[in-house]
């Protein structure tokens, strides 16, 4: 369903020469040269030859986020401090404006798209796109949280939306999610993917109780016991124990990296999201920049899995997007400094030797 292109680095010592070959100390401005070298990498992918490659300046273009909202049956069953309800009315506190990712877009440069991938009671606007797939997930720990039909109708929705992104000329993609009960779907695949035990996966979410914690890690384990013969595939795995959100996500990040954008990865629930798309196809992975690790105990087990280092730790535990919102200017910093920042021998500087 999805054809990766695998990432070249034809360019490679290129780019790394040009890096060192900065005004600055070999290494000294640490992250961002890795994330400079990522996506100068992707973005040069189909630049003809070296020729062409000296001339060429990466840019992020029309970066764009994407919230995805999805509801999920568990909440009904003690895992949260708020009820179904609160995901509908925060879709339309996006929709006016209000909440901290429409903030942060604004502020930062990103353009915001809001899709309702299944919510209990949709939110009638034009900016919201209809990617339903239902009301709300049944209960994982109860049901298969929905059938494989339907992550597959979420992988092609998730397709013709980014698809569109991509013709329209973005080239930098991140997403968010709104769901209550997801960190425990979240932390349900995790521990499936992981094969770790519940309690090392889930944690507080947006800040239950310790008694609603030890409700989760029942609900989870309960979940894992009940689908133990759906876990070894992901859109299986997915069907089990996802969410209608998180199957948007996991479909549209395999849809970018197709399209050869880079994405942002926020927080936990979009990580899981990150875990299913590699298991799927591992060529994803190459197109992933985290952007952050979150409050979430199990975060930063689920980035150790992955190898990856976070450009970013604030102790945010919000979702939304946030976190990948608030990593825009370091990626925009890190192209900043290897398109413009003179060299020694533009300077007229001696060479530093580290």
């Known amino acids: 369903m999805f054809n990766i292109p695998t990432v070249t680095n034809q360019f490679g010592h290129l780019i790394i020469d040009k890096i060192n070959q900065k005004t600055k100390p070999l290494g000294a401005l640490g992250q961002l040269e890795q994330c400079a070298i990522q996506l100068v990498t992707l973005f040069s992918q189909k630049v003809a030859s070296e020729d062409a490659f000296k001339t060429f300046a990466p840019a992020i273009n029309k970066p764009t986020l994407l919230v995805f909202a999805g509801d999920h049956g568990v909440a009904a069953q ?13 879709v339309a506190n996006f929709v006016s404006g209000g909440a901290a990712i429409n903030v942060f877009c604004q502020q930062l440069g990103w353009q915001l798209e809001v899709i309702d991938c299944g919510i209990l009671h949709p939110v009638t606007a034009p900016s919201v796109h209809n990617c339903r797939l239902g009301s709300i997930t049944k209960p994982l720990n109860t049901d298969m949280a929905m059938n494989t039909a339907q992550v597959l109708q979420g992988f092609n929705n998730a397709k013709q939306l980014v698809q569109q992104l991509s013709h329209s000329g973005c080239n930098t993609i991140a997403f968010g999610e709104m769901g209550i009960g997801n960190t425990t779907s979240a932390a349900a695949i995790m521990a499936a993917m992981l094969n770790l035990p519940a309690q090392q996966c889930v944690g507080k979410g947006t800040g239950v109780s310790d008694d609603i914690v030890t409700r989760k890690i029942t609900v989870v384990e309960q979940a894992l016991v009940l689908h ?3 876990l070894a595939d992901p859109i299986s795995l997915l069907a089990a124990l996802g969410g209608f959100e998180i199957v948007h996500i996991t479909g549209a990040m395999l849809a970018a990296a197709e399209q050869g954008i880079a994405v942002v990865v926020d927080g936990f629930i979009c990580s899981a999201a990150a875990m299913a798309a590699i298991n799927i196809n591992p060529a994803v992975k190459d197109y992933l920049i985290f952007a952050h690790c979150s409050n979430e105990q199990g975060h930063r087990l689920m980035l150790n899995a992955l190898d990856v280092k976070p450009l970013l730790q604030l ?3 919000l979702g939304e997007g946030t976190g990948a919102a608030l990593s825009l200017p370091l990626l925009q ?7 413009q920042m003179a060299s020694f021998a533009d300077a007229g500087v001696e060479q530093v030797v580290s």
Do not use: C, E, K
Request: no cysteine.
């Open 228 to 230: 133990q013969l759906h």
């Open 333 to 339: 910093a890190a192209l900043g400094f290897y398109n």
């Open 78 to 90: 003690g895992v949260s401090i708020a009820p179904s309800d609160v995901t509908s009315q925060m």
């Open 315 to 317: 102790d945010l535990r």
